[in-house]
DNA sequence: CCCCAGGCTTTTC
DNA sequence: GAAAAGCATGGG
């Protein structure tokens, strides 16, 4: 039997955009009876329906999550606690007026608090490549690693896995996790290297969890992994650590710090010089706190109104 | 064959 | 030290 949740957030909350909005591909995203979405976080089955704007149903066979109330580990997951009016600065708009009409219908995104471990493994997934084809990435590697859950919900059997443990991605061989990295031996290798680290403690998120690391320590620690640079590992602290203040810099972001905020560091090739340079420059014309949270709702505006791309 | 995709690593100056 | 080239793979 199934718990049911209803789920209220005070600022409106876009359940599609939110669901795509981070990297969570691990949420095995299938559209059910077009109404319900559905997911597994910490080997716990969820079916989500938005109901309103800004509050939304959970439907899930569990009542805690990590030793949490569900609804309270949702309110964390997505980030309700944030007031994404609060976001950017009290003068944006009047900066940046014509931007502002684009942006504001992108408020309803949710950053998602993430599993560090999962954040890791799907952002380590997707480097020079593609969306869809990093979404396939972390479907297979959830299929062929992750333990395989049946839930029926309204009476239909659906097949959910969990995102594969540390322990268990690294004890993959090589080859054979490469089907599941776009047959990237590289990068295979370098998931297992991780993986092995995570289990053995060696990256330990208990510790990075710690939000006195300032940023450039924490992005410096995490960029000594193999297949982790300054991007990921920003990504790693924005998405997995909670650290909102966090700015990745990506191929997109690169290019609206140029277009819409004139930054001529931008229109220089991406070294790490140049991105220290723009990650200072997007703390000043942002909230230095929410510099991350921001940038997000930008990127995707981004991608969507200038870039004319239909998927997140 | 070209270029691009939510970069990283190694080589070279 | 920093800039440039190399890398790896699939898709348009």
């Given at each position: 039997m199934l718990n049911r949740f209803i789920i209220h957030s005070k600022n409106n909350i876009s359940i599609t955009d939110t669901l795509f909005?981070?990297?969570?591909?691990?949420?095995?995203?299938e559209l059910f009876d077009h109404v319900y979405y559905i997911s597994i976080i910490d080997s716990v089955p969820l079916f989500i329906r938005a109901v309103s704007s800004n509050e939304f149903e959970v439907y899930s066979p569990y009542k805690q999550i990590k030793c949490i109330p569900l609804s309270e580990f949702i309110c964390s997951y997505f980030s309700l606690d944030v007031d994404t009016e609060k976001?950017?600065?009290?003068n944006f708009h009047e900066l940046h007026p014509y931007l502002w009409e684009l942006l504001t219908q992108y408020f309803p995104l949710r950053i998602l608090r993430q599993d560090p471990f999962e954040t890791i493994i799907s952002f380590m997934c997707?480097?020079?490549?593609?969306m869809h084809l990093i979404r396939k990435q972390i479907s297979m590697l959830t299929e062929m690693y992750g333990e395989k859950r049946t839930v029926t919900f309204k009476g239909k059997e659906v097949v959910l896995h969990n995102f594969p443990t540390p322990e268990r991605l690294a004890a993959a061989d090589p080859f054979a996790l490469s089907r599941c990295t776009n047959n990237n031996r590289i990068r295979a290798a370098n998931i297992i290297t991780a993986s092995r680290r995570v289990a053995e403690g060696k990256i330990d998120f208990e510790t990075l969890h710690?939000?006195?690391?300032p940023l450039d320590e924490l992005r410096r620690t995490l960029s000594e992994n193999s297949g982790i640079g300054f991007k990921i590992a920003d990504c790693i602290a924005l998405?997995?650590?909670?650290?909102?203040?966090a700015f990745p810099i990506d191929t997109h972001v690169k290019q609206y710090l140029g277009?819409?905020?004139?930054?001529?560091?931008?229109?220089?090739?991406?070294s790490p010089a140049s991105y220290l340079m723009m990650d200072a420059e997007a703390r000043r014309l942002l909230k230095p706190e929410f510099a991350g949270y921001a940038g997000h709702i930008l990127f995707h505006c981004w991608r969507k109104e200038i870039k004319k791309l239909r998927s997140f």
């Open positions: 909005s981070g990297q969570s591909f691990q949420w095995n995203i976001v950017f600065p009290e997707a480097q020079g490549i593609g710690n939000r006195d690391i998405f997995g650590l909670g650290r909102f203040d277009a819409w905020f004139n930054s001529a560091t931008a229109l220089r090739p991406l």
